[in-house]
């Protein structure tokens, strides 16, 4: 596709649900991040794939959050038993390749808002 | 661990001012520097990056230059118009690692 697609724009669920956010990287890019956005704050960096492969989850809060990139392009980020505290918009990245110097072009987010 | 400073926002401009938004950074091992610009609506966009000390990066007007004996790299522009009102990060890439360290934002807003 043209940019980075992230679905669904808007999620509000009830404290205690589940959720799962997809993210559609640029078609050949090599590497996804996921990251979180507090509001009125930076991004904040949960997880990162080079292809399907998770070689940092370092930023992941908790073991409710889980993320996969199964066949190396959509990434879908789970979050279970979700707690007020998770209320954030998120985003995904997706760069052409592995090294830390190329340019990540970032998906609108996804706002999640826990009731 | 690596983090990053800038400062807090909103900053209030009139149309053809001089533009200075600071950033420092700590890291551990030799960053690649970025500006961030998110304009209302969109998505994060690249505004420009510099991958070594005394590099300038420059777009759309925009120029920033790493300096490593102060530890910053301060976004300027010359004459900024109502377009360029947005919210822009300053963010770091550290040596092995891939993912991107940020400020926490400064909004710009540009008064005609």
């Known amino acids: 596709g043209a940019g980075v697609s992230q679905s669904p724009r808007y999620k509000v669920a009830k404290r205690g649900q589940d959720v799962a956010l997809r993210c559609d990287p640029i078609?050949?890019?090599?590497?996804l991040f996921w990251y979180q956005q507090a509001l009125g704050q930076g991004p904040e960096f949960l997880t990162y794939f080079q292809n399907e492969a998770q070689l940092d989850k370092s930023g992941l809060p908790s073991d409710r959050f889980f993320a996969e990139r199964p066949e190396g392009s959509v990434s879908t980020l789970k979050i279970q038993r979700t707690q007020q505290e998770d209320s954030a918009v998120y985003l995904c990245?997706?760069?052409?390749?592995?090294?830390?110097?190329?340019?990540?072009?970032f998906g609108q987010g996804t706002r999640l808002t826990v009731v | 661990g690596d983090s990053v400073t800038q400062m807090e926002g909103p900053v209030t401009l009139s149309e053809e001012a001089f533009l200075t938004i600071n950033c420092t950074y700590t890291?551990?091992?030799?960053?690649?520097l970025f500006w961030y610009v998110q304009y209302p609506g969109e998505g994060l966009q690249l505004l420009l990056k510099a991958t070594k000390a005394d590099d300038k990066g420059s777009n759309k007007g925009f120029e920033a230059t790493y300096r490593k004996e102060t530890t910053s790299f301060h976004l300027e522009k010359g004459s900024v118009q109502v377009s360029d009102s947005a919210v822009y990060f300053c963010?770091?890439?550290?040596?092995?690692?891939?993912?991107?360290?940020f400020g926490s934002g400064t909004r710009l807003q540009v008064q005609p």
């Open positions: 963010a770091l890439s550290d040596t092995g690692r891939r993912a991107l360290t």
């Open positions: 990245a997706s760069s052409q390749e592995a090294g830390g110097n190329t340019e990540a072009f």
């Open positions: 078609s050949g890019h090599v590497s």
């Open positions: 890291a551990t091992g030799y960053p690649s």
